[in-house]
């Protein structure tokens, strides 16, 4: 009697453990989407915001991407002078703020989410991994690209230095004390300077399509996220967020843009794919929204892999070649003072948009 007794209660205990499980697994998945859909949720109202970020976003851009190419006609912008050198270390802050405080959190919320399998996803930090080797890819990239033009910049400069000398040794017998000595040292001197010159242009170009391209990758991520959204209460704060955003990240890339002194047709291109990236993305999201979801495995995958990326790259590229070049470079060293604005400045700009944080 007994055993019989013990025996029921066992099984008693088993049918209530197993009438148990059905509800604690199936809970992983409400719970999943609630962390990503909100309690606020309305289909039209959202997609009413996302037509106004749409244009909000693509004007702002574009101003801010715009401002310092257009710094030129304003004396005290130029990028030799003091106030293009504080904006630029503002913008910096923007950028370095943006790949520590709005990026990379949002590939460790990606990968580590609870839609996703615990192994390997929540077992091992892939964001700073993946973000590790962006970066030393980055600096790969950098370094072989300045390789590659630095030797093609020396040829070049030895063809135009043999060119003058010939020509020079051509009118020699004509004028020998005259013209042709002049003409031949000027030459000279203008190669010189060329390749220092010339080498420093070809750095900032190299500079200025990299950063670009690690904000063109984060801004589509963003957009695609705002665009699947059916949260307005989401949206609305991020909208004003992006603004800021995307207005002194422009400036920041703009300033790059404006020292690579490019010609009108590739400043446009770039100005282009910045200011139309995250609107893309936006629409994108649009129309995905029917079928993506922001908590589908796959959709985190691939939107955590490229923030981390993204994050690497923009790290990368504010403390070594944005604030790094100008900290250490003659433009800054032994001007105390103006070092010191810098910094205030580098503050201000990773501060501003560390405080966007709290709604982006």
């Keep these: 009697m007994a055993f019989n007794t013990r025996g029921v209660s066992i099984i008693r205990k088993l049918l209530v453990s197993a009438a148990t499980l059905p509800p604690l697994a199936s809970a992983a998945a409400p719970q999943c989407e609630l962390k990503y859909e909100g309690g606020c949720r309305d289909k039209a109202e959202a997609l009413k915001l996302k037509i106004v970020a749409i244009f909000c976003i693509l004007v702002t851009s574009m101003i801010g991407i715009s401002l310092p190419l257009f710094s030129r006609a304003v004396p005290s912008l130029h990028p030799d002078r003091d106030v293009f050198v504080l904006v630029k270390a503002f913008a910096s802050g923007v950028i370095l703020s943006t790949g520590y405080m709005h990026v990379m959190p949002d590939s460790f919320d990606d990968l580590t989410s609870m839609c996703l399998p615990e192994r390997p996803w929540r077992k091992y930090p892939f964001t700073t991994f993946i973000a590790m080797l962006a970066a030393v890819f980055t600096l790969m990239v950098d370094s072989f690209s300045i390789n590659y033009f630095r030797k093609k910049l020396t040829t070049s400069t030895a063809e135009s230095t043999t060119a003058s000398s010939l020509e020079a040794g051509e009118n020699k017998e004509g004028d020998m004390f ?52 059916l949260n ?39 100005v282009f794919f910045f200011s139309a990236t995250t609107p893309f993305g936006i629409a994108l999201g649009i129309g995905l929204s029917n079928v993506y979801s922001d908590a589908s495995p ?37 001007r105390t003072n103006v070092m010191a604005w810098a910094f205030v400045a580098v503050l201000l700009g990773a501060g501003g948009m560390s405080v966007m944080a709290i709604w982006a």
């Design 178 to 229: 005259g013209h042709g000595h002049c003409h031949g040292h000027v030459n000279g001197h203008r190669g010189d300077g060329m390749s220092v010159n010339g080498e420093q242009l070809l750095r900032y170009r190299v500079v200025a399509q990299v950063l670009e391209m690690g904000i063109v990758v984060h801004s589509v991520v963003i957009g695609l996220s705002l665009g699947a959204s």
């Design 232 to 270: 307005p209460c989401t949206i609305r704060p991020l909208i004003a967020a992006l603004c800021f955003h995307q207005l002194f990240e422009g400036m920041g890339l703009g300033g790059c843009i404006l020292q690579a002194e490019y010609g009108m047709k590739v400043k446009a291109i770039m």
């Design 298 to 334: 796959t959709a985190l995958i691939v939107e955590g892999i490229l923030n981390a990326v993204s994050a690497g790259l923009l790290n990368y590229m504010a403390l070594v070649e944005l604030l790094g070049a100008d900290f250490m470079g003659p433009k800054l060293q032994g």
